[in-house]
């Protein structure tokens, strides 16, 4: 149980174009998601978190008009790189919530590599 | 605030010898604590958590990991690793009164060889 789906796994496009992303809970209505964006070998950096129905919060330092979240339903969250430039090429990293509980853990989709040329 | 510490950024071991992976973490209420691991171009794998109750917990693929209040620590362990346990295993901590918000580790790169 509690599978997260992400799509595409895998993104190649041209600088200027809009990229997106999407994270769906399998299984599960996920209240809350999460993205995450990873550069290689080092560790998570979270984006913002959304919640069903409301506007997502964004990290400090993350621009909320080049990152785009939306979460219109308990099983869908998207990202949307807008204008991607080769400097947000990495590893996105999407994980969903099953209840509003700190005690359990959050599931993870198996990521999307963005790679703008 | 709260934040993780994995000192070592990556530990080596034999196939068949145990094997620590370490933690350490900081919180202004009671952690919630969490162990995952991620393969090559893949998302994070719940290994295991820390909630209250017993200090060792034990997870997936034979791993376990300790909770110790004084040092705030939460190493993880197994008694025999395997060479297919090799991969980048993060920590994480949750305050109780942070909401869900996870804070990672830096992360450990675990390589066992045959």
């Given at each position: 149980g509690a599978v997260v789906s992400q799509h595409p796994s895998w993104v190649i496009c041209k600088s200027g174009t809009s990229v997106k992303i999407e994270c769906r809970s399998l299984d599960f209505q996920a209240t809350t998601m999460f993205w995450y964006r990873q550069f290689p070998k080092q560790s998570l950096m979270l984006m913002a978190t959304s919640n069903e129905g409301s506007k997502a919060t964004y990290e400090q330092g993350v621009e909320k008009d080049k990152f785009l979240i939306n979460?219109?339903?308990?099983t869908l969250s998207t990202l949307t790189v807008t204008s991607?430039?080769?400097?947000?090429s990495s590893f996105y990293i999407c994980s969903a919530s099953t209840?509003?509980?700190?005690?359990q853990p959050q599931h993870f989709g198996d990521g999307t590599r963005l790679s703008i040329l | 605030a709260q934040s993780v510490a994995q000192p070592e950024d990556q530990v080596n071991v034999a196939e068949g010898n145990p094997l620590t992976v370490k933690c350490t973490y900081s919180v202004s209420g009671n952690p919630y604590l969490f162990w995952y691991v991620q393969y090559p171009n893949r998302g994070l794998q719940f290994l295991l958590k820390y909630i209250t109750g017993d200090n060792l917990v034990k997870g997936s693929y034979g791993f376990e990991a300790e909770f110790n209040k004084s040092q705030t620590s939460f190493h993880l362990k197994k008694p025999s690793a395997l060479v297919s346990d090799s991969a980048l295993y993060f920590c994480a901590v949750r305050d109780?009164?942070?909401?869900?918000m996870l804070t990672f580790g830096g992360g450990t790169r675990l390589m066992v060889k045959p």
């Open positions: 979460h219109a339903s308990l991607a430039h080769p400097e947000d209840t509003a509980t700190p005690d | 109780w009164n942070a909401g869900n």
